[in-house]
């Protein structure tokens, strides 16, 4: 049901100023973004104005301690340092990880089994290099000091997989350099002990009615199709 917010004039929320795409400053000099039209379709399902402000990351987990907004939207994640500090709506947006083919590539397996001797290619020192090396041990594994050689490999054929964090693929598939050499193959991995809970709204501690407000609203806007709108504007190739 949805709380009883009569005695709270606005909700101010904080999003970080440089984070695409989920806050930057747009073309008009205002903030816009996934988080920032998330926000504002939140407060339209609770009937509160709203205001979004900008911060820069160093100073955004502050924000709600030194009274400059009432919640943080973004890709803030949930950690045992950030539970001490907020409480956390549900969860309005998972990071799975994702393997990448070449469009040419023959059907493989995502599965130990089927990438068994295959090169698969990684960012070093990421959770995802991590479970290829844990659960994906017969793979051969070409490592990458960044995402940039990791996304040239894949484009050149070096090799025959690429396991990282959906988001960036999709931004990547869907933008130019990508030249539509490669697509998603397999399903989303979910596995929050290495990729994470997942991005929720963070609050004050304690303040219950608050959370419950933005959980109410991002249920109502997944089930009435608001959600979905926004996430394809910028999401356009699905990394679920």
Not at 30 to 44: D, K, M, Q, S
Not at 68 to 87: H, K, N, P, Y
Not at 194 to 201: D, I, N, S
């Amino acid at each position: 049901e949805k709380p009883d917010l009569s005695n709270i004039r606005a909700v101010r929320i904080l999003v970080e100023s440089e984070d695409p795409p989920f806050a930057f400053i747009g073309a008009e000099g205002l903030p816009t973004g996934f988080a920032v039209e998330l926000g504002r379709a939140i407060c339209l399902e609770l009937e509160v104005p709203c205001t979004v402000q900008t911060l820069r990351w160093a100073l955004l987990p502050s924000g709600i301690e030194s009274g400059l907004g009432d919640a943080i939207i973004g890709s803030f994640a949930v950690t045992a340092e950030s539970r001490a500090r907020f409480d956390f709506s549900s969860t309005f947006l998972t990071r799975p990880a994702r393997f990448l083919v070449r469009r040419d590539s023959p059907e493989l397996e995502m599965i130990p089994e089927g990438l068994a001797g295959k090169r698969v290619g990684v960012q070093a020192g990421t959770a995802h290099e991590a479970y290829l090396r844990a659960f994906f041990p017969g793979s051969v594994l070409h490592v990458y000091p960044n995402a940039e050689d990791a996304h040239a490999a894949i484009k050149n054929g070096d090799i025959e997989a690429l396991f990282e964090d959906g988001l960036n693929a999709s931004l990547w598939l869907n933008g130019k350099t990508s030249e539509n050499c490669c697509r998603f193959a397999g399903g989303p991995f979910t596995e929050a002990r290495y990729f994470g809970e997942g991005l929720t709204v963070a609050v004050e501690p304690g303040n219950e009615r608050l959370r419950e407000a933005f959980d109410f609203a991002l249920a109502r806007i997944q089930q009435n199709g608001t959600y979905s709108e926004i996430f394809l504007r910028y999401f356009p190739v699905s990394f679920y």
